[in-house]
């Protein structure tokens, strides 16, 4: 199935795709949806929503609860990220009523009418939310549940249906470079003499001017560098009552004024920068989540800034970086929920491997060779987030997928590209590492790091 870099890259807010962006997304599409079910005098009526699965076990520490109210009083994540997010949080809270289009009010209070169910998760996904309208008497008379997929992506009941079906997603005729595997996509490569990059630009440019597609993929990576400049600028500690303290400014200033050149000490602070951001709730670019939202612009920014990349460099980075998530998200995860932290950190890495062996000048073949090295040692990673927060582990493994993805590149570009695990099979392996990880290490943070911490 085509999904565009400019889906795959969405601007918005921290702390997680799955657990911030993708419930505001549903919570706004559920509001939207209601139009034509509100009767004259709405105002007793009531808006409810239930978090199940993961969605409520880490909830509270990922902010779903004022994702989902800021999504229902109208709000969407790119449209959130140059608020002031304490002070729109402030307004919703205290209000008990949502405006639907500026005309109808139905009564909803953000501390009561958000549920975190702890029972049993829904059966089709990790991180399920119902969303319910009542009458004044308290029935039911709309219901929808979504989910959250991954990466601010949101399907409703019926579309994960078609999903799950086995091999439901074929190639996608409407694109001429219709790859769902890393296989289809090298023979295509191959046959056309064209790279990985122009590949995918073509696919976009069936559906987008060459211009929106430019202006895109630019106004990403702005926002990208923005993160990461803002992380680099900003000290303190982080929300959440972990009481973590930001670390990339001081570890920036340290290697400036050193004069160090140590290539993965720059990727861990350029990274840290942008997860720090994250971390406090700010704006970010989904990459392919936001918990892995420091991988792919720590590796770009250090090949721009330190490897004189271009422009057009940072086009074909994001294109192939693209093509490579796409193919990850197509044939397995990109949700901790789902597959733990080798679906985020570990495809952020293989996107970021690709995006640099191409803009190095990589073949196809080496590109691909620098995907599936990064994925592969990142195969079994669990997702044991500290308190439910995206900060213990996330922050620092960012650096460490930014270091694997830049010495991934290095290795595939001494290489022919040829080698023996193919990218489909490392992604094929993590699929099935994720199916049989228990749920503890889901973002459930019932397991490992989480529950090591002994509180005094
Ligand atoms: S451990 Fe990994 S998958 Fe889990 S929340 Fe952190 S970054 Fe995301």
Known sequence: MFISALELFKIGIGPSSSHTMGPMLAAHTFIQSLKHHLPQ?????????TLKGSLSATGKGHATDRAVALGLHGYLPKEVADHDLDVLTQRIWSSSF??????????????????????KSLPEHPNGMIFELLDDVGNVIVSETYFSIGGGFVNTASEIKQLVAPLKMKNDASVPYAFDNAQVMLDMAEKSGMSIAAMKQTNETQT???????????????????????????????????????RAKQLSQKLAAENNTNMNDWLCA???????????GHMVVTAPTNGAAGVIPAVLYYFINHEKGTAQDVRDFLLTASAIGGIIKHNSSISGAEVGCQGEVGSAAAMAAAGLCAVRGGTPAQVEHAAEMALEHHL??????VGGLVQVPCIERNGFGAIKAYTAASLAMHGT????????NCIAAMKQTGEEMSVKFKETSLGGLAVTIVEC
Not at 41 to 49: A, L, N
Not at 218 to 226: I, L, N, R, S, V
Not at 270 to 280: I, K, Q, T
Request: hydrophobic fraction near 35%.
């Open 41 to 49: 005098q709405s105002e007793k009526h009531q808006i409810r929503c």
């Open 98 to 119: 949502i405006t639907i289009h500026d005309e109808q009010r139905v009564a909803f209070c953000a501390t009561s009418d958000i549920i975190f169910d702890t029972g």
């Open 208 to 246: 987008l001017t060459q211009q929106t597609l430019d202006d895109g993929l630019d106004k990403t990576w702005q926002a990208m560098t923005q993160c990461i400049k803002r992380g680099l600028n900003t000290e303190g500690i982080l929300p959440g009552g972990l009481e973590v303290a930001r």
């Open 270 to 280: 350029y990274a840290m920068a942008v997860n720090e951001e994250n971390a406090a």
């Open 380 to 385: 079994g990673m669990t997702c044991d987030p």
């Open 417 to 424: 590209g040829e080698h023996f695990m193919s990218l489909d």
